[in-house]
């Protein structure tokens, strides 16, 4: 069992920056670690993931704005989020994977999820 703790999040104009972190608190290490992002009336979408042994994938509407980051010591991932776009504004959920092969990108892929927490990017 996994059990996953996020923080940060909040509101940030247009252009800001914001990090989210997420720490990992269990038994078992994941496989992969990653975030994903839920605005309302849509589907639950992938933004970032890490795999432990190595290897990570990002959404193509993050890419270049976003980057995760890992401490293997504290099990825990960060999310920065630079130049945010009033269309990042969503839920993040951190995620984890138990076991896998590859860098896991869809919902179905993660056993374990976090509360999950506001991002907001007003124009």
């Known amino acids: 069992q996994v059990q996953l703790v996020e923080s940060g999040g909040g509101l940030v104009q247009a252009g800001g920056s914001l990090r989210l972190s997420c720490a990992a608190d269990g038994r078992t290490f994941p496989y992969a670690m990653g975030w994903f992002r839920q605005a309302p009336g849509k589907e639950r979408e992938f933004v970032g993931t890490m795999v432990w042994i190595g290897g990570d994938a990002y959404a193509d509407s993050v890419k270049g704005r976003f980057t995760i980051s890992r401490d293997n010591a504290k099990k825990t991932i960060d999310l920065q989020m630079n130049s945010l776009k009033p269309e990042d504004t969503a839920v993040y959920y951190c995620?984890?994977?138990?076991?896998?092969?590859?860098?896991?990108?869809?919902?179905?892929?993660?056993?374990?999820w976090g509360q999950g927490t506001q991002v907001t990017v007003s124009s």
């Open positions: 995620a984890a994977s138990a076991r896998g092969l590859g860098v896991p990108t869809v919902v179905s892929q993660y056993n374990y």
